[in-house]
Nanobody
């Protein structure tokens, strides 16, 4: 059974930085496109950042220039470096692995940015 386990969330003040990690198991990680999504209460889940299996990155408009996605195929992990956090970044952040017409999701990690 594929597992994606997120970590690194927390409670921070505006302007702070956090790095989220997602550890994958039971997949050939290097074959998969990886992504970070987030969902705030009452909102739909939205794309934050993606990184293809060849390393091409993409970002949602609200995080461009502040967040950076990266992957380490040797460690079966994907990361999200979040800088200059804002209260509107508050959400549960989910990791996703996709390819071959299937997608796997992690359970999420909470990020709260409070004044």
């Amino acid at each position: 059974q594929v597992q994606l386990v997120e970590s690194g969330g927390g409670l921070v003040q505006p302007g702070s930085s956090l790095t989220l990690s997602c550890a994958a198991s039971r997949i050939t990680f290097s074959n998969y496109h990886m992504g970070w999504f987030r969902q705030a209460p009452g909102n739909q889940r939205e794309l934050v950042a993606t990184i293809s299996n060849s390393g091409t990155q993409g970002y949602g408009d609200s995080v461009k220039g502040r967040f950076t996605i990266s992957r380490d195929n040797a460690k079966n992990a994907v990361y999200l470096q979040m800088n200059s956090l804002k209260p509107e970044d508050t959400a549960v952040y989910y990791c996703r692995a996709s390819n071959f017409g299937v997608a796997y999701w992690g359970q999420g990690t909470q990020v709260t940015v409070f004044s």
